[in-house]
């Protein structure tokens, strides 16, 4: 299975470096998941790389990228 994580609109929260699942980011990571924030949410919200977690990577839109993997056959779950 194939997974990737994207944070976008509220759920940035949990890629802030200061979250309280910061730990658990870090073990996605480090087992090989992709853990994108969305650029535009962080604009929107004034936040910049150094308030994110220093392991995730990032994305300019949280929602193209979804529908990008999509199309390649992902499944979008959401909580």
Not at 27 to 47: F, H, W, Y
Not at 50 to 68: F, P, R, T
Request: proline share 4%.
């Amino acid at each position: 299975v194939e997974l990737e994580i994207v944070a976008f609109g509220p759920g940035i929260n949990m890629l802030k470096a200061e979250s309280e699942v910061a730990n658990r980011i870090s073990e996605a990571i480090d087992s090989g998941v992709p853990v994108v924030a969305c650029q535009n949410t962080m604009r929107n919200q004034k936040l910049d790389e150094e308030d994110m977690h220093a392991k995730v990577g990032y994305v300019a839109s949280g929602v193209v990228e979804i529908l990008q993997r999509q199309k390649q056959g992902y499944t979008y779950l959401r909580p």
